[in-house]
């Protein structure tokens, strides 16, 4: 049997100071993956972001308003979404 494993992407992620990104949720079952390489970022749902800094990994609901800013210093990170097909 034929297993389905959805979609993956993954992004090399850059994110400046004083320039804070609002993303639109995603289609259901979207899940963003980041560990952040360098700076320190705050991202996750809007209404429950968390800040990481390097070496942190985090996991969240895609499907919800999210965001990601950088606090203080450039950010690098990856980030990976996995979605349903």
Do not use: I, K, W
């Not at 999210?66 to 990976?80: F, G, K």
Request: no cysteine.
């Amino acid at each position: 049997a034929a297993v389905d494993r959805g979609r993956v992407e993954v992004y090399e992620l850059h994110v400046l100071p004083g320039r804070m990104r609002r993303a639109d949720p995603h289609q259901a079952g979207v899940t963003e993956q980041l560990l952040v390489h360098a700076g320190r970022l705050r991202t996750g749902p809007e209404q429950d972001p968390v800040e990481l800094r390097p070496g942190d990994f985090v996991a969240f609901d895609g499907s919800v308003a999210h965001l990601y800013e950088a606090l203080r210093e450039p950010v690098s990170a990856t980030l990976v979404m996995t979605s349903p097909s």
